[in-house]
């Protein structure tokens, strides 16, 4: 059974980072390609960055390129967002989920309804 669990989220300031953890107990993560997904309060959940299952292929949302990096451990079933130079607007709670119609070396996917197995999402908040 695949349970994903993030962590890592917290309150910092402006200009400073963040690392958040998506672990996956059932050890399914490390087939698939894993996304990061944010919603922030009264907006859509957003696509932040996806990783393929081999690591090799990855995506960033316009909004975040340059500050955030994804990366992966498939020998720890986990996969990771670094955040840095934080922004009052990256606040919102991130999400991680796999995308099991994905192959194993690439990103099918950076809609949310392609991914099928979400975790309950960790906080982030960024003051200003």
């Known amino acids: 059974q695949v349970q994903l669990v993030e962590s890592g989220g917290g309150l910092v300031q402006a200009g400073g980072s963040l690392r958040l953890s998506c672990r996956d107990s059932?050890?399914?993560?490390?087939?698939?390609?894993v996304g990061w997904f944010r919603q922030a309060p009264g907006k859509e959940r957003e696509f932040v960055a996806a990783v393929s299952g081999s690591g090799g292929d990855t995506r960033y949302a316009d909004s975040v390129k340059g500050r955030f990096t994804i990366s992966r451990d498939n020998s720890k079933n986990t996969v990771f967002l670094q955040m840095n130079s934080l922004k009052p607007e990256d606040t919102a709670v991130y999400y991680c989920?796999?995308?099991?119609?994905?192959?194993?070396?690439?990103?099918?996917?950076?809609?949310?309804?392609?991914?099928?197995?979400w975790g309950q999402g960790t906080q982030v908040t960024v003051s200003s």
């Open positions: 059932g050890r399914i993560l490390s087939d698939y390609a």
């Open positions: 989920a796999v995308d099991r119609s994905s192959n194993f070396y690439n990103i099918r996917n950076v809609e949310s309804g392609s991914y099928d197995y």
